[in-house]
């Protein structure tokens, strides 16, 4: 059973920076594309970025372009989401996932995962 665990959230002003981590305790990490997501109170969970299972591709929607990076190391079993320039409208948790399927590229969709962290609290402060 993969686990996936994130830490690195908490309290920022906005125009501030964090990283998150997501570490896979148990489990395959290296061979699958990884993605974060995020869902603020009473909205849906959106996705923020996602890196093939080779590191060499990314992608992220509009709202986090230029702003937000995702990366990973995999003999470290860790993807990272660098975070910088926080707005307010970031303020969410945000959740790490694993593809279903081995050696994929990017994965946009959240019904491409099937593996989950418990999710890491972000609060941007304006």
């Known amino acids: 059973q993969v686990q996936l665990v994130e830490s690195g959230g908490g309290l920022v002003q906005a125009g501030g920076s964090l990283r998150l981590s997501c570490a896979a305790s148990r489990g395959t990490f290296s061979n699958y594309a990884m993605g974060w997501f995020r869902q603020a109170p009473g909205k849906e969970r959106e996705f923020v970025a996602a890196i093939s299972w080779s590191g060499s591709n990314t992608y992220y929607p509009d709202s986090v372009k230029g702003r937000f990076t995702i990366s990973r190391d995999s003999a470290k079993g860790t993807v990272y989401l660098q975070m910088n320039s926080l707005t307010p409208e970031d303020t969410a948790v945000y959740y790490c996932?694993?593809?279903?399927?081995?050696?994929?590229?990017?994965?946009?969709?959240?019904?491409?995962?099937?593996?989950w962290g418990q999710g890491t609290s972000v609060t941007v402060s304006s």
């Open positions: 996932a694993r593809d279903r399927v081995q050696f994929r590229g990017i994965r946009l969709g959240q019904n491409e995962y099937n593996y």
